[in-house]
């Protein structure tokens, strides 16, 4: 009898921790649209609009590297979007959810555009993966963002 208590606690204590915390899994469009709204908030914020996306924690992969935490990605990053010759433009193609809810990712492609002196525009083409994580409060915050740019035509 006492085995019988014993495995039937364990298996409803394993059945508790492998609950996701937030009932069933989001729909992949939940996360298609943080992903867009990260890219609003970047067209009208610049550094910091792309910066607020970012867990704390948060990590962004670069060609010579990563920056990790929030911070580090803000200060490199309004610099960088404080150019208005430069404009970046990006969307999700898909998304994806982790069963336990918690864990997500995007896949996408994404448009930079500078602006020449002499008026001309160069364009860089390329994709990238974005893995979200959902915070206590629901949102979703960006846990890795790695992108490559797609060979010349």
Known sequence: MLRRVVVTAVVMAAGVIGCAPWGPPPSPREVMEADRAFASATAERGGEGW???????GRMYRQRGYVDGRDAIR???????????TALRWDPDTAVV?????LAYTLGHWESVVRTA???SVVAR??????WRRQSDGS?????DIGNQAAAP
């Open 126 to 131: 390329g994709n990238y993966v974005t893995l």
């Open 140 to 144: 979703w915050k960006v846990a890795l």
């Open 118 to 120: 002499a008026g001309d």
């Open 98 to 102: 982790a069963a336990a809810g918690d």
């Open 75 to 85: 200060e490199l990053m309004v610099p960088a979007f404080a150019d208005t010759t």
């Open 51 to 57: 910066a607020a996306y970012f867990a704390p924690d």
